[in-house]
């Protein structure tokens, strides 16, 4: 009988160490595999952290593009933007320029487009009490424009210049055909086209109101070197209210303006 319960006792030891072994090696395989999956997980989140960093640097340089090809957009629709098309003696009238040409009266024209507020400014000075306001020219067509210039060089001729002192004493004050801002129908000259414009009402009031209707002091006595065209009080130039304002605020001529928009 103690044999018999001897034996007992040692198959139960064997299977406790048995299964004790059993425990211990499922414990390592299972810690192992813990490790990895904790590896791998590590490794994913890089990949993924790395993954956001680069997205993160995608779209930061997506939207510096966006950014830049904005300003560009915006500085491009300035200089292309009609109301400040520059015509002088190194800019001509385009070849393709389209114009739609509205009545100031029965014989003067202007651009459509700023028509209104060239009226509308007229009628503001004259329920001031600027009653002694008028445009004398406006719009002309190419036709017209060389019709005046040849007059101006006769009429020096006839004086005793030659031909090139002509020419030069009526570029100071009058622009060849294609080269005046009158074939752009958005210039006025206003009342006597004379210097004693400049001590008018009419010419204080301008100076001080016409930038609200879009209007600037185009030839000033400041930017003849620039300009290349004699000081005209009388000649007015539109090129709507945000460009006005600011060319005065920044005292500069349309040369200047689109020089400065450039940069």
């Given amino acids: ?122 009628l503001t000075m004259r329920n001031a009490g600027i009653n002694n306001i008028w445009v004398q020219s406006a719009y002309r067509t190419i036709e017209y424009q060389q019709q005046l210039y040849d007059n101006s060089i006769n009429k020096y001729l006839r004086q005793g210049n030659n031909q090139e002192q002509a020419q030069i004493l009526t570029e100071k004050q009058l622009a060849k055909a294609g080269q005046s801002e009158h074939n752009l129908g958005l210039a006025v000259d206003f009342n006597y086209v004379d210097e004693s414009f400049e001590k008018t009402k009419a010419f204080t009031w301008l100076k001080q109101y016409a930038q609200e209707y879009g209007f600037i002091l185009r030839y000033s006595k400041e930017k003849e ?23 005065n605020e920044l005292d500069m001529c349309l040369e200047e303006y689109i020089e400065y928009i450039k940069k």
């Fill in 1 to 122: 009988m103690k044999k018999v319960i001897l034996v007992i006792v040692v198959l139960i030891l064997i299977l406790v160490i048995i299964s004790y072994i059993f425990i211990i090696k499922n414990s390592k395989q299972i810690s192992k595999e813990n490790q990895q999956t904790m590896q791998v997980s590590t490794e994913a989140e890089k990949t993924d952290t790395q993954n956001y960093k680069n997205e993160d640097t995608i779209m930061n340089t997506t939207e510096n593009i966006e950014k830049e090809n904005n300003t560009s957009a915006t500085e491009n629709d300035k200089l292309n933007d009609w109301k400040i098309i520059l015509v002088n003696s190194e800019n001509p009238v385009p070849e393709n320029y389209q114009i739609e040409l509205a009545d100031i009266d029965k014989t003067r024209k202007f651009d459509k487009r700023a028509i209104n507020d060239l009226n509308n400014m007229i």
């Fill in 225 to 247: 070197n620039i300009t290349k065209i004699l000081y005209e009080p009388w000649h007015w130039r539109y090129v709507g209210q945000e460009h006005a304002k600011k060319i």
